[in-house]
């Protein structure tokens, strides 16, 4: 069955430092993964998927197959980025259903 | 610009009580999906459907329905609230992908409602 980890509830940093918010995944098939972003009164929204390679508001995620992880980075964190994040992983079978991790709070402080 | 609504931000309820949630994308998506998110334990899949009137049980229906008469609209039923159900509830749709294989694109979601059952 697949499942997707975030081993950290909390995690606190300062403004300017680096942050890496971690996912783990365990699926038989071949994964396609996601980050969601809850901002505070917002809705959940999408942050950024591994098949597009991206760069989203400075944050990046590369899909290491080896050790099945997919963590969340930003050299320079942003109070902005104060806000839940939520890696999930889509079930390609199944209309696109989402195994959601349990997710992170992420605070930056000035 | 929003794309998907959700018919009530907070709900209270009495225990026992037969509870409605509606959902109403305007994107034509076929898939559109009911989660509970509680903290620590992320979002987790109550129902989703992938067409009208087809529906599939997520990871923990027990104690919930759904129904999807049109292609616009997912309603969540509690056919008797219990205490346990409180909850913040999200609906979400997305795009089946044009071909076999093909990547799933994003899932939008409403705001939420915050049910509490007294």
């Known amino acids: 069955a697949q499942r997707v980890t975030q081993p950290e509830k909390l995690l606190s940093v300062f403004k300017g430092a680096p942050v890496e918010l971690k996912c783990n995944y365990s699926?038989?098939?071949?994964?396609?993964l996601f980050w969601y972003v809850q901002y505070s009164r917002q809705r959940l929204q999408l942050l950024l998927r591994?098949?597009s390679r991206e760069s989203i508001k400075g944050f990046t995620a590369d899909l290491n197959k080896g050790e099945t992880s997919f963590h969340l980075k930003k050299p320079f964190a942003q109070e902005e980025d104060s806000a839940m994040y939520y890696c999930?992983?889509?079930?390609?079978?199944?209309?696109?259903?989402?195994?959601f991790g349990q997710g992170t709070i992420l605070t930056v402080h000035p | 610009d929003v794309k998907v609504t959700q018919s009530s931000r907070y709900l209270v309820k009495r225990t026992g009580e037969k509870v409605f949630l509606e959902c109403v994308q305007d994107?034509?998506?076929?898939?559109m999906f009911w989660y509970r998110q509680d903290p620590g334990l992320g979002l987790r899949l109550i129902y989703f459907?992938?067409?009208?009137?087809?529906?599939e049980k997520g990871d923990i229906p027990e104690g919930y329905s759904v129904s999807r008469e049109k292609k616009e609209r997912f309603s969540l039923i509690l056919e008797s609230a219990s205490t346990n159900q409180t909850s913040m509830y999200l609906c979400?749709?997305?795009?089946?992908?044009?071909?076999?294989?093909?990547?799933?694109?994003?899932?939008?979601f409403g705001p939420g409602t915050r049910l509490t059952v007294l």
């Open positions: 979400a749709s997305t795009q089946t992908p044009p071909f076999s294989g093909g990547s799933y694109n994003e899932q939008f």
């Open positions: 699926y038989s098939g071949s994964p396609e």
């Open positions: 591994h098949i």
């Open positions: 999930a992983l889509v079930q390609r079978t199944s209309y696109g259903k989402l195994t």
């Open positions: 994107m034509d998506h076929e898939n």
């Open positions: 459907s992938y067409d009208v009137k087809m529906k």
